[in-house]
């Protein structure tokens, strides 16, 4: 009997000790709302009040919201997985120890609007898991943005046509764009037509329209019912009041007049093309001209091109020359002949040069012969002769008489010069 008391003793206090632990904790979040479209920070506290079993495990599960980054206040031992919602921190000897406190924040970027489930379990090392549902209420406040866009027409545009195109550009950086509604009204406020786009490109186009005043305004909505809008008027021109732009292909002037041909009228206005023109008196050709054709020929052939005069003075022109071939004598841009081209003129120039200076050689050899004939020599131009002796049949010149104190001087033989 005594065994039997002691084994439920023994079991009442097992179960005592799991009970205790499961329900010795604390779990609190610090915020229970959020903004769609904005960066908040989650901070859920778990408390193990438990004095004598550690919390090795944390699972924190968001239910329709997306993660975008997470952390805990441990120190050491956290492992953290998952992604996206769902993260698991584990620790060993544990996560959160016996009578302390761990604090896990998660940062959110939310889209949704609405309440989302966030679940946080807790298990021990005795395997006891604990789990706690949360709440987080996640709301957009923040409007839409909206703007015409192009292909609508400005502002007090007036029209030469039968209808309208609308195109806007929307942004929201909250819970999203839901759709957008367009409207048209008359002059007199009377409802033309709507239409709702509830994907991108936000755009209609108003057909069919009759001349007149007319006020479009579209409307956005996000998925909070947020909402923003945008209107400008617009005007459908009367008939008589379409202006016509002529494109038209004139001929000569001949008489003053020029005769039109091919019209187009860019406005589409349905009026009767012109027939003909005053001549431009003031009107200058600006010729474009293709290249000549055949690219290639020889002897007498011609080639030929069509100029047209981009400033519309003068119809087309058709011009033709006589092929240039290849190696023949042809007009510089000077009208002279070939002759005169820079190899045959260095050829000439170097054949002057050196006839001068044969002439100017033959002019001094010339000068020197003729310079020998009149007795010139080496010796100023005059000739030396030899001096000759006294004449053989004339005697010996005889002593002077006596009496005279200085006889004269003889004259040497060899100074006669003749």
Same mark, same amino acid.
């Given at each position: 009997?005594?065994?039997?008391?002691?084994?439920?003793?023994?079991?009442?206090?097992?179960?005592?000790?799991?009970?205790?632990?499961?329900?010795?904790?604390?779990?609190?979040?610090?915020?229970?709302?959020?903004?769609?479209?904005?960066?908040?920070?989650?901070?859920?506290?778990?408390?193990?009040?438990?004095? =004598?079993?550690?919390?090795?495990?944390?699972?924190?599960?968001?239910?329709?919201?997306?993660?975008?980054?997470?952390?805990?206040?441990?120190?050491?031992?956290?492992?953290?997985?998952?992604?996206?919602?769902?993260?698991?921190?584990?620790?060993?000897?544990?996560?959160?120890?016996?009578?302390?406190?761990?604090?896990?924040?998660?940062?959110?970027?939310?889209?949704?609007?609405?309440?989302?489930?966030?679940?946080?379990?807790?298990?021990?090392?005795?395997?006891?898991?604990?789990?706690?549902?949360?709440?987080?209420?996640?709301?957009?406040?923040?409007?839409?943005?909206?703007?015409?866009?192009?292909?609508?027409?400005?502002?007090?545009?007036?029209?030469?046509?039968?209808?309208?195109?609308?195109?806007?550009?929307?942004?929201?950086?909250?819970?999203?764009?839901?759709?957008?509604?367009?409207?048209?009204?008359?002059?007199?406020?009377?409802?033309?037509?709507?239409?709702?786009?509830?994907?991108?490109?936000?755009?209609?186009?108003?057909?069919?329209?009759?001349?007149?005043?007319?006020?479009?305004?579209?409307?956005?909505?996000?998925?909070?019912?947020?909402?923003?809008?945008?209107?400008?008027?617009?005007?459908?021109?009367?008939?008589?009041?379409?202006?016509?732009?002529?494109?038209?292909?004139?001929?000569?002037?001949?008489?003053?007049?020029?005769?039109?041909?091919?019209?187009?009228?860019?406005?589409?206005?349905?009026?009767?093309?012109?027939?003909?023109?005053?001549?431009?008196?003031?009107?200058?050709?600006?010729?474009?001209?293709?290249?000549?054709?055949?690219?290639?020929?020889?002897?007498?052939?011609?080639?030929?091109?069509?100029?047209?005069?981009?400033?519309?003075?003068?119809?087309?022109?058709?011009?033709?020359?006589?092929?240039?071939?290849?190696?023949?004598?042809?007009?510089?841009?000077?009208?002279?002949?070939? =002759?005169?081209?820079?190899?045959?003129?260095?050829?000439?120039?170097?054949?002057?040069?050196?006839?001068?200076?044969?002439?100017?050689?033959?002019?001094?050899?010339?000068?020197?012969?003729?310079?020998?004939?009149?007795?010139?020599?080496?010796?100023?131009?005059?000739?030396?002769?030899?001096?000759?002796?006294?004449?053989?049949?004339?005697?010996?010149?005889?002593?002077?008489?006596?009496?005279?104190?200085?006889?004269?001087?003889?004259?040497?033989?060899?100074?006669?010069?003749?």
């Amino acid at each position: 009997m005594k065994a039997v008391k002691l084994f439920f003793l023994m079991f009442a206090a097992i179960f005592l000790m799991s009970f205790i632990s499961a329900a010795s904790q604390s779990i609190s979040i610090n915020s229970t709302t959020g903004q769609a479209g904005q960066y908040s920070l989650y901070n859920i506290t778990i408390q193990n009040t438990d004095a =004598l079993y550690n919390i090795t495990r944390v699972d924190v599960n968001f239910y329709g919201l997306t993660v975008d980054s997470s952390s805990s206040g441990s120190s050491t031992g956290i492992a953290n997985s998952g992604s996206g919602s769902l993260f698991t921190f584990v620790g060993n000897p544990g996560v959160i120890n016996r009578s302390t406190t761990q604090y896990f924040w998660f940062n959110l970027l939310p889209s949704q609007v609405g309440i989302f489930l966030v679940n946080v379990t807790t298990t021990d090392n005795q395997s006891i898991t604990n789990s706690q549902n949360l709440s987080i209420t996640i709301s957009d406040t923040i409007n839409p943005t909206i703007s015409f866009s192009s292909p609508t027409p400005s502002y007090g545009s007036i029209l030469n046509s039968t209808y309208i195109p609308v195109n806007v550009s929307v942004n929201d950086s909250g819970s999203g764009i839901k759709n957008v509604t367009f409207f048209l009204y008359d002059s007199s406020n009377n409802l033309v037509g709507s239409n709702s786009d509830s994907s991108f490109p936000y755009s209609y186009n108003y057909t069919g329209l009759n001349s007149g005043t007319y006020y479009l305004s579209a409307i956005v909505f996000d998925n909070a019912n947020n909402s923003a809008s945008v209107s400008e008027s617009v005007q459908i021109a009367e008939e008589s009041a379409c202006i016509p732009s002529w494109t038209c292909t004139w001929s000569d002037c001949v008489n003053g007049t020029q005769t039109a041909s091919s019209c187009t009228d860019a406005n589409n206005c349905g009026a009767v093309a012109p027939v003909s023109q005053t001549c431009k008196s003031s009107c200058t050709s600006n010729w474009d001209c293709a290249p000549w054709a055949p690219e290639e020929c020889s002897g007498n052939e011609t080639q030929t091109r069509l100029c047209n005069d981009l400033n519309g003075c003068s119809p087309p022109d058709t011009q033709t020359r006589i092929c240039v071939t290849a190696g023949a004598s042809t007009a510089n841009s000077s009208g002279l002949p070939s =002759l005169f081209s820079s190899s045959t003129l260095f050829f000439v120039i170097l054949g002057v040069i050196i006839a001068s200076v044969v002439a100017v050689v033959f002019i001094l050899m010339r000068l020197k012969k003729k310079s020998s004939s009149q007795g010139g020599d080496s010796n100023g131009g005059y000739k030396t002769y030899t001096p000759r002796g006294p004449p053989p049949s004339m005697p010996p010149p005889s002593l002077p008489p006596s009496g005279y104190a200085n006889p004269p001087r003889m004259m040497p033989a060899n100074q006669g010069v003749y």
